[in-house]
Structure formats: structure tokens, C-alpha cells
């Protein structure tokens, strides 16, 4: 096992260069620049610019570069927002997207577990209904419907909560955010604990314990549990990524400073930098999560092995 | 050894039942299923042919019932007509002098400093809410007029949106949209992604792990930037949203079915069918895939919701169907900034929306129970 | 005696009420502002967004108060020379850096000449193109000493003008001619701007920046004015989503947002009455055409489409009255100057629809045979709203109308590079109070110039137009003949006039509207 983490780590290498490689130049490709914009610019400033930002070197220049900071750990000068370096940005935004993201997730987690259990235990009876009812709605409500709706009923008329902002982080200027975040994972999550419940139940081994008379509830649902566990893992690692690394909706409609926005805001404003930064940010995430949900596949399921 | 002779008479032959025969019975012989897969189809022949029994085109615009409310009774409502009058009154650049309404056609007289250009009743034509207008009289100094004109009924049972749209006729034409775009990405994402974490699951080691890179490094791509650059070589067509959406749906499904893949390889039946010497693609298509079928056709149901979330978010930036046309998510997106004040502009289309995703997890639901293996 | 102690008792529970009572409140303007700043460097300005905040934050030669009027900032009084060229400036005795140093001449000195070197990349380096090689400098043909900026002692600051401006005072109030301070810059580098670290000579001072989360201002005591100045702190929140604005203002949390949603904009009226402000702003709403693409090319077809064009309904419906019907380029505001509208402005719309038709069937299109059209239009509700409006009056005349929605940095990528488009969205902001501001656009050497405009009349006038800067009757006058052309011509084709559309809480005073949308938080109190 240990000699696959490391493996993998290695291999994670390789990968993140041609993820920064393909990026770059799908970006340069892009139409529109970090500097087109309403209020265009005479040529003579567009020259300056570049020749500030370094743009009007060849584009292998600018690649050698930018790999070679890189290496060196820096990201480089926000295109966009130049008083700020794009780590600076990811100092304050990415402990804000984590807190937030984390809370959503583990809330996800438990939440949907429980109730998945609960309606697989109880298959095709009211609970199990209600349960499917309930998950199916909140999947199938958007994000942007979500948080305007919470503001509009705890913020405004009951005035239990801020509309928006983080407040430094306040307990509670995160209900809001969280909850909205929570919400779509608690109702897919309870949805695939529902059905590889289910499925695991009818597995030979169980039908045997509990023919055998084994119909301890717990140990029912230990033994179940093990087997059903596999989709919610596959399905925790990506989400965790995501989740963690913010959403844009959620940080927009509640005006949170994470990293989220930068996703899609650096990327339609084509602030460079910024979007490598994500893209390498993200890749990061996304490797080391699926690394653990492969890790923890061969710990739940036995059968699991990996040369 | 036994030695009981063979019967060599020719009985009936019993009809064997295959295991689709057994899941088509068993769908049928459940209930939300089928209400959802009936629902599932009267929603498709409204959004297909309702957008034409409506009485207005998506695409009309009326000029005096910008973002008003749903109603059963007919537009324009009595308290509206002198405001339509006197809307057409100015635009014809004169004064509304009286009106009065009878029978469903309305009498104005009106009047001007400069002599009135007959063809000024265009205007009253133009107008959404009047009809087959005529003048009645003209005063010799042509300084003053009678007019009439039939009152234009117009019902608009969702109300209208923020351009002066009928809501109804553009729902039921968002509809067409988004089940387009919900069921051609879902089936690319789910055919494309089966078959490739069926393939990496099974063969496992070496070509898994470079199968899975891939996965990986294609995850880790900004996927809106990727959006950008399909918008930019192939243009801003429809084809073009449900490549898109689908090109980044499949990633899940693969990792999914990849996990079950290779907890599946390990059991003895696959060991049996090896040892009986079945090809490695008759295994994936007999034994992995079937045995895949129930975690895919679940998260397939949860798939179709998001393909048509994602495409919603996509248009809210910018990026997704273009004007006139429009999906349930450009209007709902549009309609959840509109709360509290014109609060139907989220409502139907949230209603069509939900209804028809219930709709869908139920089928979903129902096949994943008939197609599972195990239920004997 | 045991028992009750009174005198204890009576010591706590005055402590208690005193320390209730409540502190001398700070007086806090929390302002709704809809986005972050690029930078607030000002030579790296280029968003209104940080005009407000830089506004705050520095002083230049010459200020605008809570109505937009000119006032003497760090200048306290200024001279010209006859020729109209050389403007000397006193610079005030008290006039200090937040460090306790004096503002001297030599700060605008170091000043100009870093916002027109090369190496700084500053966006509005054009302000100071009128300036004596200023554009010689900042295309890099000159060195940045030889710009016409010269302190004639600590106090004196003399500017030499390449040829006479009657509006250079005025765009002396943009941001970017603000003094930065070269001490701070030379020792910190581009760390300078960071909170706490800022040096600046405004009523106020950087405490914080959290991008995206807020912006803090705090009172500079060393500010010459800081008697008058009446906030503590002013807190510049950014609000990207208008209807989270709205909700946020509504809760209490912003006192005023400088945006509303404007599709919402009748009920936002119902419900808050006149904290809604809305009034003409300097800025206009067009349409830049093509011009050398068939069939734009001929001037006669671009008229039809702009006769044909409802810009009443656009006003009225699609923009709930936020905007104004625009026949001309140049909005109406600008002291002096009468715009030239085109003549179709007070045509009935039945004369303008018989002309069009007859203008189209000319050209041989007619319902039978469809003129194709396509407008491309940057992402935004109103927009696409506006676009969908005038696809729908273009239909019966027979014009068939495609919509292409992309992002901003698309459109205007594709703009600037004078793409493949027929009709494109544009908006153009005035950077200072006068017409030249919103016609040079259209200019043939302008970067602007997305219509590809090349008129032979127009750039005389305009060129007349410069060159009469000592007589600024004659100068508006063929400005407005300049104007006629292009209207005319349509260079552009006008829609419709911005206004500004704020919400502003009855708590505050000083908050004055005005056409340049300037509310400078020195004058605002709660």
C-alpha cells in the first residue's frame, strides 16, 4: 500500500506539468484579453501594458517563465487585481472556501448518511418515501434559488441572520452559506446511501446472518455498511475537491470572500495568473482527494487490491 | 448413471423467459414508475406541442404587459384600459378627450392642436390591447376624432416576463431545451462513462491507473475555461451545450462504475467465466456492466438534474442558449432575482422543473429496482 | 450594621450604568459598491469603482465637492497665462501627507511623470496626453523629464499645455492625476498600496482590504480639511449581485449602494420611495455599426434601422425608466454645450416607419426578403433585454435579427480587434465634463473607434475643434457640427442616455446627486 501512495505521488507530478502545460495554452488561445474591456485602450497604452505584464514576449518565453516561478512557488501578480499577488489572494480566500466547504461536506456526510440508512432499512414504506421525496427536491433545486430564498425569509423577515457577508467569520454569517452548500450533497449523498444500501443488504453474506437469526440491528448495518460505503466514498472524494475549493454561486450571492468566485470571475476576466493559480489549485485538490477515496476503497473493501 | 430413457415425444416447449422479459414485468408492476414515465411523457407532448396551442409565440413581445402577474381572467384588465388609451394617445401624439367602453369595443374621443394624421391608428392597432380599429368621426377642422376599436383579449396564465413575454409559451418552449440537453448529455455522459471505468476497473493495474490520470487531469481543468474554448472553435450552438455538459459528466460515472468494477472482477463468478475461457469484452458486456447497472442507473437519475443545472449555470454566465430561445434554468435563474416582486417568474418554472425531475428519479428508481439481478 | 450594603450596591450600579450608556458612537458610513478596485495605485486605475474610493484616499490639484463642482484641492489657487497654455499653481501651506510630510510641487512633479512613463503601464496616461509631450512620453519617443511639468519652488507647480484646453481643469479631478508619494514607493515597491502601509493625502486613510469581503477608510488627522470631515470610517463594501445589494441595504447593512436592479425598479420605487435616486448621468448607450461591412457600408441602410428602432419602449419598459431616449452622442449636461440630435428625434414613429420602409425597399429588403442582422451584446440582464426588445420592432419590416450574447472580455476582444460583427453594444462613460470626452471615440486614430468610423468632415471638425481651445464658444460650436455628422452619418447609433440609479439611506446627508455621480464621503455625514 505504501509503495501505491508513493507511486501515485510520483506519478502526480508528471500530471500536474501537463495539466499547467494545457492550460496555459489553452488560455493564451481564448478570446479577449486581461485588458479588453469597455473603455478599450489607445494603442500606445495597450503597448505599455504588455509590455509591463510581459505579454508581447513570444509565447514559449512567456511559458518558460512562468514555469520556471512556478518552481519557485510564485504564482505571479493578479492581472486583474495587481496590488494583490495571486497567493495573497489564496491566503485569504482559500481558509474561508475550506471552513465552509468542510462544514457542507461533513453536514453532507452524516446527514445523508443517516437518512439514506433509515430509508434503506425501511424500503418502500413512508419513511423510505419521504426520505426520496425529500433528497429528490434538493437536488433538483438550484443553488442560485436556494440562498436568495433563505435570505428573503431568515434575513429579511425574520431578521435572525445577516443577509450577507462573512463578518469575520462569524457563526453566524456560515449558517447561511453552508446550509445552501449542504443542502444539494445531503440530497444526493442520502440517495446513493439509500440504493448501495439496499443493495448490499440483499448480499449473500447478510441474507445468510440474518437467516442464521443474526438480526441485530447494528450488526445488520455494520456488515452492510462496509459494502454500501464504496459509491458515497467515489462520490466524497470529487465533491470534497469541489466543495473546498468554493462555489461560485454561494460565494456571490452571500458576498463571501472566498476563492470560489475565481473560478469563473479570473477566467471571463482572462486574469492569467489568477487562473493558473486555480487550475493548479484545483488539480492539487482533486489528485490528493482521489488518492484518499482509492486509499480508503482498499481499506473498506477487502477484495480491493492494487498491485 | 441414471438409466431413465429419454422421452423422445415432442412436448410443448415452456416459452423461457429472458432476464429483460423479468425486468420489463417487474417496471410495469410499479406503480410510481409508471405514473412518472406517463408523466414523463405528457410533459414532453405539451413542451413539443403546447408552445403551438398557446395563442402567442415565444418570441412576442407586448408592449403594455411588461412583467405582469398571471391571471384566468383576460388582459387587459378593466382598471387598464383608460391606462392603454392613454398610453396610444400619447404615442399618436394627441389628447384623450373620453372614452367609454360597451360591449367589449371601446369609443375615445380625441383631440389635437395640429390636424390628426389618420394613419395614427396604427398606433391604436399596435397596441397590445386593442383591435380592428376604425374611426368614426372626424371633426371638419380636422383638430378632433372619435375612434373605436375591439379590446384585445389576451390571457396569460403564467404571466409575462420582464420583456413582455407570454411565461406560459416559454416554458413549455424551455422545456424542449432542457430535456433535449438533460437526456442527449446524460446518455453521452453515462454510455461514455461506463464504458470507460468498466474498461479501467477491470483490467485494473497499469492501464487503470493511466485511464484514471486522465480522468484526473481532465477533472482538474477549469471547466468553464474549457466551455470558452468550445464556444470559440465551434460557435454558439445548441449541439454544442450538451457536448459540453456531457464532456465533463461522464468523469463521474466513470469513477463510480470504476469502483465497482473492481470490486466486481474479484468475485467468483467473473474467476468462473475466465476459467471458461469468455473473452475479456464478453465479461465486461455479460458480467461487469449488468452488475454495474444498478449504482449507474441511481447516480444516472441524479445525473439529469445536474446536466440541466450545470446548463442553467452556464447560461446565467453568459455562455449557454441564446436568445430567444431559453432553458428552465435561464428562467429560473432569472426568476430567483426576481423575488419577492414578481414571484411567478420563479414559480412555474420551478414547478415544471421539480415535477419533472420527480418524475425522472421515480422511472430511475423503478429501473434500477427491475434490472437489479439479486431480486429473485 | 450587617445586612444590606447600600453604598456598594449603589457605587455598582452606577458603574453599570454609565458603562452602558453608549460609547461616543463612532459614526461608520458602510457604502455598497459594486466591485472591488483593480488596484488603488492610482496611475493603475481604470473602473469608476475605484474613482470613489481613490477619491477618499488622495487629493489632487483641483477636487470635485458632494455636486460635482469644481473646488481647489491641494492647488488653492491657480493662474493662466494669456496664451492659454501655461497654468502655474499654488500649492496650499498645510497641505500634508498622512506621514506628517508637506504635499510640495515636486510630488505632482515625480507624479506626472510616473503616470506617463512607459514602464508604469497606466491605463489613463491619455489625461494627461494634452500636457507638453505627454504622449511623446508615454509612446516612449520622449524621456520623462521633458513632459511640460516643472516646480518652480516647493509651493509653485507649473503645467505647460501643448495647445490651449479649456477642459483641463476638469479632468485635473480624475483620479489619475492624483500625487502618490515617492518616498513610500522607492522604499516599499509595489507593496506601497497595502493597508496600513498606504500613504496618501486625503481626508482618509487605508486600514483594510479584504478583497472581496470590504474596504476600510478610517479619518486622516493630518488631512488640511479634517475639522470638516465628519465620518470616523467608511466601510467600501463590494456587491456584485444587485438583488443581494438590495436585500443587504434593505437588512440595514449597507447605508447606500451605488447600483439597483433596474428591472425591479418600480417596486423598488413602491417600497422605498425616495431613497431611489435616479437622475441623468453623463454617458451614453449605442450601438456600434460596422461601417465598412456590406451592407453597413451605406450610410442610408444604417438610418433605416435607426428610424425603425423604438428607443421609448427601451426607456420606458425594457429599462423601467432608468434611462432616456438618446438621438444624439453626446448626452445633454455639459454646461455650453447644446448636443446635436438627428432630425428624426421629434418624428412621429409613422414617419419614421414610411421612411424606413421606403429606404428598404430601395436597398431591395422588404418581409418577403429579409435584411440579416446580427447584434452581438456582452452578458448582462438588461442587455439582453434591450437586444430582444429591438429584435422584435425589427421583424416586420422585414429585418431578420440574430442575437449573440458573450462574455465582456469576448465582446470587447472582439471589438478591439475589429472583428467580424454587423451591430455590437457599446457604452461609453465621460471621463470628464465635456463633449470631446464622447466624440473623439469615433475618431479614426481611436482604439475605440469599434465602428471603424472614417469620416473626411468629421476629423476636420474635430481637428478645427482642437485647435480652437482659446475661444470655447467657437470650439463647442464646431464641436456640435462635428457631432452633427456623426449623428447623421451614424458613426454610432445612439439609444439611450445613462442615468445613475443609487439607493441612498435618509440616515445620511451630504449625499447630493449630480451628473458625474460624484458623492466624496468628506462631505457625507450620518
Not at chain 3, 421609448?312 to 452622442?329: C, G, H, I, R, T
Not at chain 3, 442582422?373 to 440574430?402: C, M, W
Not at chain 3, 478645427?464 to 464641436?479: I, W, Y
Request: hydrophobic share 45%; proline share 6%; charged share 20%.
Amino acid at each position: 500500500m505504501a509503495r501505491y501512495v508513493l507511486r501515485r505521488l510520483l506519478t502526480a507530478i508528471p500530471t500536474l506539468f501537463f495539466i499547467v502545460t494545457l492550460s496555459f495554452f489553452l488560455l493564451r488561445v481564448a478570446p479577449g484579453g486581461p485588458f479588453s474591456q469597455e473603455r478599450g485602450l489607445s494603442p500606445e497604452v495597450k503597448a505599455n501594458l504588455e509590455r509591463v505584464y510581459q505579454l508581447d514576449a513570444p509565447l514559449w518565453r512567456q511559458y518558460l517563465s512562468y514555469l520556471s516561478d512556478l518552481l519557485h512557488g510564485n504564482f505571479g501578480p493578479s492581472y486583474n487585481l495587481p496590488d494583490f499577488t495571486v497567493a495573497d489572494l489564496f491566503r485569504v480566500g482559500l481558509p474561508v472556501s475550506i471552513q465552509l466547504g468542510a462544514s457542507a461536506l461533513l453536514l453532507a456526510l452524516i446527514i445523508g448518511s443517516v437518512l439514506g440508512i433509515i430509508a434503506a432499512l425501511r424500503q418502500n414504506r413512508g419513511v423510505d418515501y419521504a426520505v426520496v421525496a425529500l433528497a429528490t427536491a434538493g437536488s433538483t433545486i438550484p443553488t442560485f434559488v436556494i440562498a436568495p430564498l433563505y435570505q428573503l425569509v431568515f434575513a429579511l423577515t425574520l431578521a435572525w441572520v445577516p443577509v450577507a457577508g462573512w463578518g469575520g467569520g462569524a457563526l453566524i454569517n456560515k449558517i447561511g452559506p453552508v446550509l445552501t452548500l449542504a443542502l444539494p450533497q445531503i440530497a444526493i449523498v442520502a440517495r446513493l446511501m439509500r440504493g448501495s444500501m439496499i443493495e448490499a443488504l440483499r448480499a449473500n453474506h447478510i441474507r445468510t446472518a440474518r437467516s442464521l437469526g443474526l438480526t441485530s440491528f447494528a450488526v445488520v448495518v455494520k456488515h452492510a455498511l462496509r459494502g454500501a460505503v464504496l459509491p458515497i466514498i467515489s462520490y466524497a472524494g470529487p465533491a470534497a475537491a469541489a466543495l473546498l475549493t468554493g462555489s461560485v454561486v454561494v460565494e456571490t450571492v452571500f458576498a463571501i470572500p472566498g476563492v470560489g468566485r475565481y473560478f469563473v470571475d479570473a477566467a471571463l476576466n482572462r486574469d492569467y495568473t489568477l487562473v493558473m493559480g486555480t487550475v493548479v489549485l484545483i488539480a492539487v485538490f482533486v489528485i490528493v482527494f482521489n488518492l484518499l477515496v482509492d486509499v480508503a476503497y482498499a481499506l473498506v473493501d477487502p477484495r480491493v487490491r492494487y498491485e | 448413471m441414471s438409466d431413465v430413457a429419454v422421452d423422445a415425444t415432442p412436448t410443448r416447449i415452456a416459452k423461457g423467459r429472458s432476464l429483460w422479459t423479468d425486468a420489463w414485468r417487474r417496471l410495469r408492476a410499479n406503480r410510481a414508475a409508471v405514473v412518472s414515465a406517463v408523466y414523463l411523457v405528457m410533459m414532453t407532448l405539451a413542451c413539443l406541442v403546447g408552445p403551438l396551442l398557446t395563442g402567442h409565440a415565444y418570441t412576442t413581445i407586448y408592449n403594455d404587459y411588461v412583467r405582469v402577474p398571471p391571471s384566468l381572467s383576460p388582459y387587459p384588465q378593466p382598471d387598464q384600459v383608460e391606462a392603454a388609451l392613454t398610453d396610444a394617445a400619447r404615442r399618436m401624439r394627441v389628447d384623450l378627450v373620453s372614452w367609454k367602453l360597451e360591449d367589449g369595443r371601446v369609443t375615445a374621443a380625441i383631440g389635437a392642436t395640429r390636424p390628426i394624421d389618420p394613419r395614427a391608428l396604427r398606433y391604436l392597432d399596435r397596441s397590445s390591447s386593442f383591435k380592428d380599429s376604425r374611426v368614426e368621426t372626424t371633426t371638419p377642422d380636422g383638430l378632433g376624432m372619435t375612434l373605436s376599436a375591439t379590446v384585445a383579449e389576451h390571457h396569460f396564465l403564467f404571466g409575462t416576463d420582464n420583456t413582455g413575454r407570454d411565461l406560459l409559451t416559454r416554458t413549455l418552449i424551455a422545456g424542449r431545451v432542457s430535456l433535449a440537453i438533460g437526456l442527449l448529455a446524460g446518455l453521452t455522459a453515462v454510455v461514455i462513462g461506463v464504458i470507460y471505468g468498466a474498461t479501467a476497473g477491470y483490467l485494473g493495474g497499469r492501464v487503470d491507473d493511466v485511464m484514471m490520470r486522465f480522468v484526473d487531469v481532465l477533472y482538474s481543468l477549469p471547466f468553464i475555461f474549457l466551455v470558452i474554448m468550445l464556444v470559440v472553435f465551434f460557435g454558439r450552438n445548441f449541439v454544442l451545450m450538451f457536448i459540453a455538459v456531457g464532456a465533463v459528466q461522464w468523469l463521474d460515472m466513470a469513477r463510480i462504475v470504476r469502483g465497482q468494477a473492481l470490486s466486481i472482477r474479484r468475485q467468483e463468478f467473473v474467476q468462473a467465466a475466465l476459467a471458461m475461457g469468455v473473452s475479456p469484452f464478453g465479461i465486461l458486456w455479460r458480467h461487469v456492466v449488468p452488475n454495474t447497472l444498478g449504482p449507474v442507473a441511481v447516480y444516472m437519475t441524479l445525473l439529469v438534474p445536474q446536466v440541466i443545472l450545470l446548463e442553467s449555470f452556464l447560461s446565467y454566465l453568459g455562455l449557454g442558449v441564446q436568445e430567444p430561445l431559453t432553458s428552465w434554468g435561464v428562467l429560473i435563474a432569472q426568476g430567483a432575482k426576481n423575488i419577492p416582486s414578481a414571484n411567478w417568474l420563479l414559480l412555474f418554472p420551478s414547478i415544471f422543473l421539480t415535477s419533472t425531475l420527480f418524475a425522472l428519479n421515480f422511472l430511475g428508481d423503478g429501473l434500477r429496482d427491475a434490472l437489479d439481478p439479486r431480486d429473485r | 450594621m450587617s445586612g444590606f450594603r447600600f453604598k456598594p450596591l449603589m457605587l455598582a450600579a452606577l458603574m453599570l450604568g454609565i458603562a452602558s450608556l453608549p460609547a461616543a458612537a463612532e459614526m461608520i458610513y458602510n457604502r455598497g459598491n459594486s466591485a472591488d478596485p483593480e488596484s488603488l495605485d492610482p496611475h493603475k486605475t481604470s473602473t469608476i469603482y475605484e474613482a470613489h474610493i481613490l477619491r477618499d484616499l488622495f487629493e489632487g490639484l483641483v477636487m470635485q465637492d458632494a455636486t460635482s463642482g469644481l473646488i481647489p484641492g491641494v492647488a488653492e489657487s491657480w493662474t493662466l497665462s494669456p496664451d492659454g497654455k501655461v497654468y502655474t499653481f499654488k500649492v496650499r501651506s498645510d497641505a500634508k501627507w498622512s506621514n506628517g510630510e508637506p504635499v510640495t510641487a515636486d510630488d505632482f512633479v515625480y507624479s506626472f511623470r510616473r503616470l506617463e512613463d512607459p514602464a508604469t503601464g497606466a491605463e489613463y496616461a491619455s489625461m494627461l496626453y494634452v500636457v507638453k509631450n505627454g504622449e511623446e512620453v508615454n509612446t516612449g519617443k520622449a524621456k520623462p523629464d521633458t513632459l511640460g511639468v516643472r516646480a518652480v519652488d516647493p509651493k509653485t507647480l507649473e503645467i505647460t499645455l501643448k495647445s490651449p484646453t479649456p477642459y483641463f481643469l476638469e479632468m485635473l479631478t480624475h483620479q489619475a492625476t492624483y500625487p502618490v508619494n515617492k518616498a513610500s514607493i522607492d522604499a516599499l515597491g509595489a507593496e506601497w498600496v497595502k493597508p496600513g502601509k498606504l500613504v496618501s493625502n486625503g481626508p482618509f486613510t487605508l486600514a483594510e482590504f479584504i478583497p472581496n469581503d470590504h474596504i476600510r477608510l478610517v479619518k486622516n488627522p493630518q488631512f488640511h480639511a479634517a475639522g470638516e470631515v465628519k465620518l470616523d470610517a467608511v466601510n467600501y463594501i463590494p456587491t456584485e449581485d444587485r438583488s443581494t445589494a438590495i436585500k443587504r441595504y434593505e437588512g440595514g447593512e449597507l447605508d447606500s449602494n451605488d447600483d439597483l436592479p433596474t428591472e425591479q425598479l418600480a417596486d423598488l420605487k413602491a417600497k422605498f420611495g425616495d431613497q431611489v435616486k435616479i437622475g441623468p448621468y453623463l454617458g451614453t448607450y449605442y450601438y456600434a455599426i460596422k461601417t465598412d461591412k456590406a451592407p453597413w457600408t451605406n450610410p442610408k441602410l444604417r438610418r433605416a434601422i435607426s428610424l425603425l428602432i423604438d428607443r421609448d419602449f427601451l426607456a420606458e419598459k425594457v429599462w423601467q425608466n432608468s434611462m432616456l431616449p438618446a438621438y444624439s452622442m453626446v448626452p445633454p449636461g455639459i454646461e455650453g454645450y447644446t448636443p446635436a440630435e438627428a432630425d428624426y428625434a421629434e418624428m412621429s414613429p409613422l414617419d419614421r416607419e414610411d421612411e424606413a420602409k421606403k429606404i428598404l425597399a430601395e436597398f431591395g429588403y422588404g418581409p418577403d426578403t429579409p435584411l440579416k442582422l446580427e447584434i452581438r451584446y456582452n452578458t448582462s440582464e438588461n442587455h439582453k433585454n434591450t437586444a430582444v426588445a429591438i429584435q422584435e420592432q425589427l421583424k416586420p419590416f422585414g429585418i431578420d435579427v440574430s442575437l449573440i450574447n458573450t462574455d465582456t472580455k469576448t465582446h470587447y476582444g472582439l471589438l478591439e480587434q475589429k472583428g467580424n460583427y454587423d451591430f455590437a453594444r457599446g457604452g461609453w462613460i465621460a471621463d470628464y465634463k465635456d463633449p470631446e470626452s464622447f466624440l473623439g471615440i469615433s475618431r479614426k486614430a481611436s482604439g475605440n473607434n469599434y465602428s471603424n468610423f472614417n469620416d473626411l468632415d468629421f476629423e476636420k471638425l474635430m481637428d478645427e475643434a482642437a485647435g480652437a481651445g482659446g475661444d470655447p464658444k467657437a470650439r463647442m460650436q464646431k464641436l456640435a457640427e462635428a457631432e452633427k455628422i456623426l449623428v447623421d452619418q451614424l458613426g454610432n447609433m445612439p439609444l439611450l442616455y445613462y442615468s445613475y440609479h443609487s439607493i441612498v439611506s435618509p440616515k445620511l446627508k451630504g449625499w447630493e446627486p449630480n451628473v458625474m455621480d460624484v458623492h466624496p464621503s468628506r462631505f457625507i455625514s450620518k
